[in-house]
């Protein structure tokens, strides 16, 4: 049980457009997601937390109106980079599950931005 | 302040060695505390975990972690290190429906 899936696992895009990745919990219902972006060879830095029918909570530093997070269901949260450019160009992981059974992480996405 | 700290950014271990990676901790609450385990490009898996209890708690892959709240340390032990074992290995604080706080990770390299 508590199974996250992450897509798209890689993705390159062009300077300037979007690129939107979902974060699904496959066997349990999330009400709080959390997105952490990796730098290479650097931990984990929490972007934000994606509450369900509610407007996520950004940490200081991160762009709201550039990282836009929907948490339309108890099950997808999704994380869009808005007019991407090549300084975006990260590792990007999600984790689901505010219980006693530990966050679960999604797979990860590795977004390109050329 | 929360905080997660690993000393070492880097381990080099033999095959067949044992292996203790260390983690500190600062947390203002009952700490809840986990190590993963990331292959490169890849996500993280859950190693093992303590909420409460015994001190000494057991995970896959033959490794353990001994919490000790006296030196806020929970320290991860492996008898026999494997060479699939390479990879990178980090430590989260945090608490349920909160946010975790994860150390600057350690690599480990196995050589034969």
């Known amino acids: 049980g508590a199974v996250v899936s992450q897509h798209p696992s890689r993705v390159i895009c062009k300077s300037g457009t979007s690129v939107k990745i979902e974060c699904r919990s496959l066997?349990?219902?999330?009400?709080?997601m959390f997105w952490y972006r990796q730098f290479p060879k650097q931990s984990l830095m929490l972007m934000a937390t994606?509450?369900?029918?509610?407007?996520?909570?950004?940490e200081q530093g991160v762009e709201k109106d550039k990282f836009l997070i929907n948490h339309a269901s108890l099950t997808l949260s999704t994380l869009t980079v808005t007019s991407a450019h090549p300084e975006d160009s990260s590792f990007y992981i999600c984790?689901?599950?505010?219980?006693?059974?530990?966050?679960?992480f999604g797979s990860g996405t590795r977004l390109t931005v050329v | 302040a929360q905080s997660v700290t690993q000393p070492d950014i880097h381990i080099t271990v033999s095959e067949g060695a044992s292996l203790e990676l260390r983690c500190n901790y600062s947390?203002?609450?009952?700490?809840?505390l986990f190590w993963y385990v990331q292959s490169p490009g890849q996500g993280l898996q859950l190693l093992l975990k303590y909420f409460s209890g015994d001190t000494l708690v057991q995970g896959i892959k033959g490794f353990e972690a001994e919490f000790k709240r006296s030196q806020s340390s929970f320290n991860l032990r492996k008898p026999s290190v494997h060479w699939s074992d390479a990879a990178e290995y980090f430590c989260a604080v945090g608490a349920p429906g909160n946010q975790f706080y994860f150390g600057t990770g350690t690599s480990l390299t196995v050589i034969p």
């Open positions: 994606s509450n369900e029918g509610s407007k996520a909570t950004y």
């Open positions: 984790s689901a599950g505010g219980d006693l059974r530990g966050y679960t």
């Open positions: 947390y203002g609450a009952t700490p809840y």
């Open positions: 066997d349990f219902q999330a009400t709080t």
